[in-house]
């Protein structure tokens, strides 16, 4: 009968030790989880560091990105990225702030989200805020300004809107 409540005994401390470590095992991948939108994701992480004035950034790697990017860079709502890693590449994104250290852009929209798809043909794509702001499409051609897809005749998704 000993054996058998020491056995009970061990059994149930496994039984919590498992349980510990499944908690803490999920516990650590929740900041390592992939993001549903990747644009969303970096649009956040860009407008979160200009809320805390921080000047590098960095951001999971693709393809979609680094487009979008070239035109923020050109735009000036960054002011430079560079591509780190062989394995496992991610973004470091430079930004850029005006002399009064304010973000160069009030705010980034995101328009077309993975639950609500926004598609526009090249006769409804507008000025943003009668041209001081733009909007980035993705085309058959690739991601563009709007005003670039307008005169090529091209419409697409709507990705986003910088006012």
């Known amino acids: 009968m000993g054996t058998s409540v020491i056995f009970v005994y061990v059994a149930c401390a ?21 993001n549903t939108d990747p644009i969303a994701d970096i649009i956040a992480r860009i407008k979160n560091a200009w809320l805390i004035r921080k000047k590098v ?23 430079d990225f560079k591509i780190e890693g062989e394995a496992r590449k991610e973004f470091v994104i430079f930004l850029s702030y005006l002399e009064d250290g304010s973000a160069p852009a009030e705010n980034i929209i995101r328009v077309s989200k ?10 409804d794509i507008h000025a943003v805020r009668s041209g001081y702001g733009f909007s980035i499409i993705s085309t058959s051609q690739g991601i563009m300004l ?6 090529r005749n091209l419409g697409g998704e709507i990705i986003c809107k910088v006012v």
């Open 57 to 79: 950034v960095k951001a999971p790697y693709s393809n979609q990105k680094v487009a979008l990017l070239k035109i923020f860079k050109e735009k000036g709502i960054i002011a």
């Open 114 to 123: 993975s639950g609500r798809r926004l598609y526009t043909g090249h006769k």
């Open 14 to 34: 496994f039984v919590k030790w498992l349980i510990a470590e499944k908690f803490l095992e999920s516990k650590n991948q929740a900041g390592k989880k992939m």
């Open 146 to 151: 709007g005003h670039e897809a307008k005169k």
